[in-house]
């Protein structure tokens, strides 16, 4: 059941949130393959809202179905990239940081794939998915509703 509206939350809330959101969206990263760690993500963090909303969004993207379905097992299906497995593993241990650590082999993992920049709008892309994340558990927006190109 949703706990707020759009119309309750405080002016500039939505707003400032949206606005790493457009910077993420224009700084040059791979968007495909920020949404399926936004998927993972989702999921990990039981975020059914933005399960939905990233799994249609995925999809207009041009990711498949498959790699969708079987995120929860990425380490054992053989059809996702050693540049996604990068990805994945790093958007977990951040995403379950009380429960691991980045290591400096991480942080080494990604530079095969990714500047240092890069790595920095990555780390800042996964902190951004857990923030709503945590949001949208908190308010309870209705899911089921998003519509790709709409927010």
């Not at 405080?10 to 495909?32: A, H, M, R």
């Not at 939905?52 to 053989?78: F, Q, V």
């Not at 059809?79 to 980045?102: D, F, G, H, I, P």
């Amino acid at each position: 059941m949703q706990r707020f509206s759009h119309s309750e939350l405080p002016k500039g809330l939505y707003e400032s949130v949206f606005g790493i959101e457009e910077y993420l969206k224009s700084c040059g990263f791979d968007q495909k393959l920020l949404g399926l760690m936004k998927f993972r993500v989702s999921q990990i963090n039981h975020c059914v809202y933005c399960l939905d909303m990233h799994y249609k969004e995925a999809i207009a993207a041009g990711e498949t179905e498959l790699k969708l379905y079987s995120i929860s097992a990425w380490r054992e299906a053989p059809y996702y990239s050693n540049k996604e497995r990068a990805v994945l593993s790093y958007a977990e241990k951040l995403t379950l940081l009380s429960q691991n650590e980045v290591s400096d082999e991480d942080i080494e993992n990604l530079g095969k794939f990714f500047s240092r920049k890069e790595i920095a709008n990555l780390t800042l892309a996964i902190a951004q998915i857990n923030t709503w994340n945590r949001l949208m558990d908190a308010f309870r927006f209705e899911p089921g509703k998003h519509r790709v190109n709409q927010k």
